[in-house]
Structure formats: structure tokens, C-alpha cells
């Protein structure tokens, strides 16, 4: 039988640190684990029989430190990177700048060895601070990383300096290498700030998540004579089948039932909807939710962690929790890599030392330049500089990406899901059709005169639409609550405008959302829908063109839904699906091919978290923008078709730079080993191989990404 246990671990804040984790959870015999980065938690199973505290003491050993199930939520750590890497970073950028220059300039300054000692040694010393106790901590426990990498080649580069600045001063210049220690040090730091600033983004959306229960609530206690105290009270202490008032303008605190009262609510933070549903004794409501017009008494049915709310920043959490680790295709190999260019240097010394012949110092110096030319420089600027133009070039077209990893895995992408309401359509209500008997201009007059009178989304919508309309003079109007409104003019006639329900037309005119009636009798009806964005079916017919499969995602009504998947062309339709419907969607859809979903409310949050890359708008709510992983900041939907070139343009370069990095570290290792290549030389054919891959990650930057 086995358990779940869950903890904070301190100190967790890349996916080198997960996947550390993660090996070592692996060899102390745990199930099911995940290690999220982005939050800092680490979820696994185990056998009852596991004495869970060794595993825990295992990860404390490697530096750090887990906070065990149950530690309070305001107790977890606020999983920061330490204060002074950005100082650590700027030193780093101010000294190794200058060292790179003398590569391109004969200013005698900058070619002197003490002034480059000068330079890189501060460097190194950072290096050390930052890198050197991961990296003695996965050797340790036998699961190197890229760290150890990093320290190897800096090491040996800025050791091999050292040696030629103090021991052969004469030829100095055939030894020095500083700036080769001081980029390695640098570029990587540079990776790992832009890392650790993406993951500490992500944790945004779970916090503003909790901001949208209301923090405070209205319990109405009852004495034995039927006399109500309103009593104020912090939401976390409302209780199941405790009543609390909510006013107009009000959210609602808790989830619960209608026990009196009857209001709109603006539910589309839930359902997706942009019409406010109106509730009356009986319903059930949500809270967050908001009140927009009316008065009500709630029962609360589920608070706490039973809440619907609740229950979508639990998803949130499961969802970051799988996304994959962010791990380059460096660390994968670094495991065989480490100990392979060890073994190498190994045994060049040993080889040049006892049968080639040479003496002992050459053979050192050998083992060095192997090392040295081996050091993981273009390895480590493969990734970077391919992501670095991705996500400039990104920027200028008006698409905001989370992180590099983001721009690979949209090339993995085969099916795109959509919401409707705010993603395809723009959220704003407007009359498609309507049908009256009488004059058309008369109808439309009576029915602005009636709305100019509500404050109802669908009455300001019709109001402005028909703005233009003669006036047509009421004598009286007054709203009839969940129904409509009722009117009379100087002629006698009594005119009611509202909801099917209320007026119940015959069958030859059902099916619309307003109808207008005429002393009783049916004068006209409207049809309203939410307007299309201009730029949605061109965006969705080129990403057919492409070849993804397109499913629409919706809370909103099946009818509404269908028509626009129609009107569009879309593949599949799934409506009236509540947060944790899509949810179970999206898994199923996930199990067949990665997927991308684009959202725009608090609703899509769980499922822009979980898809394989979630994309937002920039007009969407704060949760969808923190959850999801590309934002559209343009708010044009045509921007999806280029986010999604861009992403595979970019893993293509990030796979042809790291092919020269290795072809490189290939060729250069066995000529190093015997001797035909100099350091020297050895360090002039990286710094090429370095501006091969700045030159064909810049191509990026020029390469068409639009329509061709």
C-alpha cells in the first residue's frame, strides 16, 4: 500500500534543481514524483513501510531544505533566487564585456595577462559562489549535472591561465585563455536569471487566484424571537448552512444556495458567459462571483477547500505540477558527457606521459587544452542565444512568451483549443437579427425608449446599437424582476420587452433572447450574439491551413457555440462545460497529441496551466495571463499563426547550433589529445565556434514568420 506525501522544498528554484530532485527521489525507491519547479513542491508516493523522513533528509543533504507536509500556507518560503544574483550578474556582465573585446581590438591595455587576471579572477570567484556547491553535491551523489560542467571548464580554463601567467611568463600568450572562464560563467548566469524570472512568473497566477475570494462576509445570526444581527466576519470563518447578505455590487463570499432574494450575477469568470444569469430563490451561486443588480440572502453550501474556487487553484497546482521539467538537451547529456571528457583527459595524460613519451608538464598541459577545448561555452550558448532572438523577435510582433522552453514546445503542437467568449468573439453584445410586425423604425423606437430605462448589459448593448432610432414617448416604465420591462405609452398600449420565459411566444417565433409585446400580443423579437473578433476567421482558416486540429471549449450555451463553430469552420465543439469539465477535456484531448489552449478567463486558468502551451490575449482577465504561457499583448488572434512558426524556427536553430557545439567538441578533443592543437588555438576555434552560433541564431531574427 502506498502514500502520498507532498512538501516544500527551499532552494528549488530551476529545473536543474527539479531534476536533481527528481534522480534522487528516483534512487531512494519513490513513485509518482514531481518536482515543480515553479512552485517549489514536491509530490510523490510511497510505501507505507518508507520511513518518509530519510527520504526527506536525503534532499536536505543535498542542500535543501523541505518543509514537511501540513506547514501552514503563510509559512512556505517565498522560493526566491538570492538577493544579490542580479549584482552577481551585473559584475559579471562589467568585467567579462572587456575581456571579450580584446578578441576585437589591439589596445595593449585589455592584451595584458595581469590586467585579464584582474578581470576574470573576481568572475571565477562568483562562478565558484554560484555554481560550485550544486555542482559538488551532484557528484556527491553520483548524478552530475550541468553545473559540474560549467565548474570543469571554467576551472580548467581560468587553472591553465594561472599556470602560463606564473609559471611562463615569457610566452604567456600562447596559455592565456581568461575570457574563456569569465563568458562560460557569465552567458550561463545570464540563462539562469531569464530562467528563474519566467518560473517566478508562473507563481503569480495561484496568488491572484486567492485574491478573488472576498475577504470579508456579512453572517445575518438569528435570535429565538426571528431578530437579525449582521455580523462581520473574515470569509474563512463562515461555516456550511451559515446565511450571509450580499448587496448589490457585492461578491459573493462563499458558495451557497439562495435563500432569498434575487439579483444578476456576472458568473463569467466560471462559466465564460458574458450575459449576467439571473438568480432567484434556489439557485446555487459561486463565490467571486458578483452581484451587479439586486440584493441577496445565501446559504453556504461549500467553503474551504470544497469551494468552487478552491477547486480551480487545486487545478492550477496539478497542472504546473506536470508540466515538463525545464531541462535542454545539454543536461540530458551531461551524465555521459562529465565523465567521458574526465576519462579523456585522464587518459591523454597518461598516454602522452608513458608512451608517447613527452614530459610530464607537456602531458599535463595536454590534459588541460583537452578540458579546456571540451568546456561547455557553445553548449551553453546554443539554447540561449537561439531563445534570446526567439523571444526579441516575439516581442516586436506583439507576442509576450514565458520562458524558452515555451518557444520549443510549440513546435510540438497538433491540435489547438479555444474558448469563445473574449478569445474568439470580443465579449461585446450587439443585435445579428431581428423580426416585428410592426414598422421597423416604430419597433426600434419603442424598444430603445423601454432599455434606455435598464442598466442590463443586453439594454446598454441595444441602446448603443441603435442609438440613431426616433424617440417614442412612455408614459411608464418599471422593471419586472427576472423577467423584463413593462411600459405604456399616451396611445394606451402596455409594452413588455423581456425574456422568452416571461412572454412565451408561439413555437414560429421561439428561439430568440428578447421579445417585444403589444398589449399582450407579439410585436417583434431580437436575436443577441457576441460579435466576432475581425481577425478570427483568418487566424483560424491559416491554422487550418497548417494542419492543427481546432476544437472549441466553451461555458457558454450549446446553440451559440455551435453557430460560431460553424461560422468558423472549427473541427469539434464542446459547450456549457463548467472548469472542471474542461479540465477532463483537456486531459483527453492531451492523451492524443500536444495541445495548446487559448483563453481568456479565470475558468480557462486550470486548463491554460495544464495544456501542453496555454495562450492568452492581452485584454484577459490577470489569472488567464499569469497561467498561460504565450500572451498575444496585441490582442490580435493572427499573432497565434507567427507565435507558432516562430516556435518551430526556433527549436530548429536550437538543434542546429547544438550540432556544431558537440561537432566541435568531437573534432577538437582527439587533435587536442595529441597535441596538434594548441590552446591557444584551441580558444580562438571556440570563440568561432561561439560567433557561428550568434550569427545563425540571429538569422532568427530575420527569417519570415508571416503567411507566405
Partial sequence: ????????????????????????????????????????????????????EVVYDAIDGMGYHVVR?????????????????????????????????????????????????????????IGCYVFLPSAYRSLVNRIPNMDVLIMIGATAAYVYSLIGLLFFPATAHDFIFFETTASIITLVMVGNWLEHKTVKSTTVAIDELVKLQPQMARIIMADSLGKETILEVE???????????????????????????????DEHMITGESVPAHKRVGDGVVGGTLVVDGNLKVKATAVGNASVLASIIKMVREAQAVKPALQKLADKI?????????????????????????????????????????????????????????????????????GGDTLEQLKRIKQIVFDKTGTLTTGQLEVSAFHTVLDEARFRAVVVAIEQHSSHPIAKSVSAQWSDALPHALAEVHEVKGKGMQASDAEGNTWKLGSERWLQPSPEHAGADLYLYRNDAYAGSLTITDKLRDDAKTAVAELKEMGYTLVLL???????????????????????????????????????????????????????????????????????????????????????????????????????????????????????????????????????????????????????????
Fill in 334 to 402: 551531461s551524465a555521459v558527457f562529465v565523465p567521458l571528457v574526465l576519462g579523456v583527459s585522464l587518459l591523454t595524460l597518461l598516454v602522452n606521459w608513458f608512451v608517447v613519451g613527452v614530459g610530464f608538464t607537456e602531458a599535463m598541459m595536454r590534459a588541460i587544452a583537452v578540458l579546456v577545448i571540451s568546456c561547455p561555452c557553445a553548449m551553453g550558448l546554443a539554447t540561449p542565444a537561439a531563445v534570446a532572438v526567439g523571444l526579441g523577435r516575439a516581442a516586436r510582433n506583439g507576442i509576450l512568451v514565458k
Fill in 554 to 708: 466553451s461555458g457558454d450555451k450549446k446553440a451559440k457555440c455551435e453557430q460560431i463553430g460553424a461560422e468558423l469552420g472549427l473541427d469539434i465543439v464542446y459547450a456549457e462545460q463548467s472548469p472542471a469539465q474542461k479540465d477532463q477535456i483537456l486531459d483527453m484531448l492531451l492523451q492524443k497529441a500536444p495541445t495548446a489552449m487559448v483563453g481568456d478567463g479565470i475558468n480557462d486558468a486550470p486548463a491554460l496551466a495544464r495544456a501542453t502551451v496555454g495562450i492568452s490575449l492581452s485584454e484577459s482577465t490577470q489569472i488567464a495571463i499569469q497561467s498561460a504561457n504565450v500572451i498575444l499583448s496585441n490582442n490580435q488572434l493572427l499573432s497565434l499563426p507567427k507565435a507558432i512558426r516562430l516556435g518551430i524556427y526556433t527549436e530548429q536553430t536550437i538543434k542546429q547550433n547544438l550540432f556544431w557545439a558537440f561537432l566541435y567538441n568531437i573534432v577538437a578533443i582527439p587533435i587536442a589529445a595529441v597535441g596538434l592543437l594548441k590552446p591557444v588555438w584551441g580558444a580562438g576555434i571556440m570563440a568561432l565556434s561561439d560567433v557561428v552560433l550568434i550569427i545563425n541564431s540571429l538569422r532568427l531574427g530575420i527569417r519570415r514568420i508571416n503567411r507566405v
Fill in 235 to 265: 470569509s474563512r470563518y463562515v461555516r456550511n448552512d451559515d446565511v450571509v447578505l450580499v448587496n448589490n455590487g457585492d461578491s459573493i463570499p462563499v458558495d451557497g444556495e439562495i435563500v432569498q432574494g434575487e439579483a444578476q450575477i
Fill in 69 to 125: 507536509e501540513g506547514a501552514a500556507e503563510g509559512n512556505r518560503p517565498a522560493h526566491d533566487h538570492k538577493d544579490n544574483t542580479t549584482v552577481f550578474l551585473i559584475i559579471n556582465l562589467v568585467l567579462t564585456l572587456p575581456l571579450l573585446a580584446h578578441m576585437f581590438t589591439s589596445w595593449h591595455v585589455l592584451h595584458m595577462p595581469w590586467v585579464q587576471f584582474a578581470l576574470a579572477t573576481p568572475v571565477f570567484a
Fill in 1 to 52: 500500500m502506498e502514500k502520498a506525501y507532498s512538501a516544500v522544498v527551499e532552494g528549488m528554484t530551476c529545473g536543474n534543481c527539479a531534476i536533481t530532485i527528481t534522480k534522487l527521489l528516483e534512487k531512494k525507491g519513490v513513485n509518482n514524483i514531481s518536482a515543480n519547479a515553479a512552485s517549489g513542491e514536491v509530490n510523490f508516493t510511497a510505501p507505507e513501510a518508507l520511513d518518509v
